[in-house]
């Protein structure tokens, strides 16, 4: 079964350029979230959808960070302009809702380093 | 405010022996709990839960336990191996409100199995 599926895995690029990260979720789970892992502050989540809608994106740092679900296969982080202290990795993670207690499953993540 | 805590940053564990890994958390509306576990460029990856109505849950040489008067839960790997050495998250899931679903990272142990 295909799991999460992030791209790019990496991305190096200069501030103040626009970043688009990409996530497909597992075929079926109904949740998406976008997290971001830094050595300060850990996993912390930044939004999440559910059936394509933003429930809670209370996380999203600034105004710069925008992020879209447009169907249920698909969904976009973006940042714009990006800044140094955006650089992080940035996980998706899918869940489905059928049944009780679900686990998110994770994609391999994206590192990001803005220059 | 750190709701889940993982205040061992590392642990070492002699193969075939017992490794212990902790969890401390402060939210009462935490309900369902998780251990994840994650290799270096890898996404996290979901290794056992718990619902909070349960104190123990096993699942092969992984058990997870749950003292809830305590907040605080532990994962036990028995016998230790050395592909067992990873990163590993307690997560947390909030039960209520707009919150409902989602899971609050604890800051990850880094186990190692010596053979």
């Known amino acids: 079964d295909a799991g999460v599926i992030q791209s790019p895995r990496h991305e190096v690029t200069e501030m103040g350029q626009e970043v688009t990260l990409r996530c497909k979720p597992i075929?079926?789970?109904?949740?998406l979230f976008w997290y971001r892992q830094t050595m300060m502050r850990g996993l912390e989540l930044l939004i999440y959808f559910n059936n394509n809608v933003p429930i809670d994106d209370s996380g999203m740092p600034e105004d710069r960070f925008s992020a879209k679900m447009p169907n249920a296969s698909f969904s976009t982080l973006k940042i714009q302009p990006s800044e140094p202290r955006d650089s992080a990795v940035y996980f998706c993670?899918?869940?489905?809702?059928?049944?009780?207690?679900?686990?998110?499953?994770f994609g391999d993540g994206t590192r990001l380093s803005i220059l | 405010d750190q709701q889940v805590k993982q205040n061992s940053p590392s642990l070492s564990v002699q193969e075939g022996r017992i490794s212990i890994l902790n969890c401390d958390y402060t939210?009462?509306?935490?309900?369902?709990f998780l251990w994840y576990k994650k290799y270096p460029a890898e996404g996290p990856t979901f290794l056992i839960s718990i619902s909070s109505i349960k104190d123990k849950n096993e699942d092969g040489r992984f058990t997870v336990f749950l003292n809830k008067s305590a907040k605080h839960l532990s994962l036990h790997i028995v016998p230790s191996q050395p592909g067992d050495s990873a990163v590993y998250f307690c997560?947390?899931?909030?039960?209520?409100?707009?919150?409902?679903?989602?899971?609050?990272f604890g800051q990850g142990t880094i186990l190692t199995v010596h053979p």
């Open positions: 993670a899918s869940r489905s809702e059928q049944g009780v207690n679900q686990p998110q499953h």
């Open positions: 939210n009462s509306m935490f309900d369902y």
């Open positions: 997560a947390a899931r909030n039960a209520g409100g707009t919150s409902y679903g989602k899971l609050t």
């Open positions: 075929s079926g789970h109904n949740s």
